[in-house]
């Protein structure tokens, strides 16, 4: 930058229109209106008899317009995207996903008259893809979870397009010292409760990034919170937090949404206080109990973390604690009429529900937690 030209004054020219920047702002603009017009999700109290001394939250996400918690995700991740530059009035985004998320891109792609693809296992359920490709997403499918991340950045290159990378960007893409998350939003719902401050917070892992929002979020407001994070079968994440090991599992995870074959760059083990690992048999029959107390279905994720909530409520009141402890409904069991809630699915996969179910009926009912066998 020694050169002749680089000493000599710029001259006035045509500064340039910049329209690129217009699409930009009527974007943000119709991302914000959705936001503007959702009102915040419920922090659902309900109310079993064994429970005694301990307040039980779950903070239901599967109201958002498309279905899970996603929403919020999604459009973080559009946000991030367009303030960054990478998504602009002609980009086709691409995605490596496990359903979940790719509902939830594909709607906010309509809402920009953006095209969509999503790379997904083709285990994943039918509605899921239904929804999809009713936003007009296509569907593009790998037969191994493991696949999904390098078949999308193929995608992507090859049509010029941006890869999301939820698995990358989830934890940053979300301001996770505040700016309504989900953390401020629980918390804010808490207030005036009785134990406005939770002993404990439990949350599954699929990308890791609402844990990792949620636990920096309590770190950050100095809160006396902890955070219990539920992993399930054929998942990293679990050995990684315990023993570091970053080991790839060979098969999927069958609770869609959670578990993950290899460690996600947004899983954040240092915010982490507790981690357990909860069979796919208990987190099905937590589904299935849950749904019939809320008198509606909820997925099997939902499943995982009530699990989860349940072990941390009978610890506590082992132990003579009292307090307050929240967790998630992620989705609703409408998505998993073909899986969780189909008996012939549950004999093909080997899980009997029962014995869990038994157990978690006698915990909500009498406050004994009994594992079977
Ligand atoms: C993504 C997802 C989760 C886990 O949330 P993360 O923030 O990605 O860890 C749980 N349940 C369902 C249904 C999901 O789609």
């Not at 064994?50 to 946000?79: M, N, Q």
């Not at 960054?84 to 980009?91: E, F, K, L, V």
């Not at 909820?298 to 610890?315: D, E, K, P, Q, R």
């Amino acid at each position: 930058m020694t050169g002749p030209e680089s000493r000599t004054c710029p001259t006035l020219l045509p500064l340039p229109d910049c329209r690129e920047r217009e699409w930009a702002r009527q974007a943000i603009a119709l991302l914000e209106g959705d936001g503007r017009r959702s009102a915040d999700t419920h922090l659902l109290k309900p109310l079993f008899p064994g429970l005694k001394g301990v307040s039980i939250y779950l903070k239901d996400e599967s109201t958002h317009p498309t279905g899970s918690l996603k929403h919020r995700l999604a459009r973080s991740l559009f946000l991030y995207g367009i303030c960054n530059g990478r998504i602009g009035r002609d980009t086709t985004l691409v995605e490596a996903s496990s359903g979940s998320t790719a509902v939830s891109e594909a709607y906010f792609a309509r809402l920009l008259g953006l095209r969509f693809i999503a790379v997904m296992p083709s285990s994943t359920s039918r509605q899921k893809i239904q929804t999809i490709e009713s936003f007009g997403g296509q569907c593009h499918f790998v037969e191994r979870a493991g696949e999904v991340y390098d078949v999308a950045m193929r995608v992507a290159a090859e049509t010029g397009g941006h890869y999301l990378d939820q698995f990358t960007n989830a934890e940053r893409a979300t301001d996770w010292r505040g700016n309504n998350n989900i953390a401020e939003s629980i918390f804010r719902q808490l207030d005036s409760e009785e134990f406005p401050v939770p002993e404990w917070l439990v949350m599954s892992a699929g990308t890791g990034g609402t844990s990792a929002t949620l636990g920096r979020y309590i770190r950050y407001r100095n809160l006396d919170t902890r955070l219990c994070v539920v992993d399930v079968e054929n998942s990293a994440f679990y050995d990684a937090w315990r023993t570091g090991d970053a080991l790839i599992t060979a098969a999927g995870s069958r609770i869609e949404g959670i578990g993950r074959p290899r460690v996600e760059p947004s899983f954040m083990p240092g915010v982490i206080d507790h981690m357990i690992r909860v069979p796919d048999a208990a987190s099905i029959a937590a589904a299935h109990v849950l749904s019939e107390r809320l008198f509606r279905q909820i997925g099997g994720s939902t499943g995982t973390n009530f699990f989860g909530l349940c072990w941390v409520a009978a610890n506590m009141m082992a132990s003579g604690k009292e307090g307050s402890v929240v967790t998630l409904i992620c989705d609703s069991g409408q998505r998993y009429a073909d899986t969780y809630f189909n008996p012939a699915w549950l004999k093909a996969q080997g899980i009997d529900i029962s014995p869990y179910r038994q157990m978690l009926d006698r915990f909500l009912d009498t406050g004994q937690f009994v594992p079977p066998g």
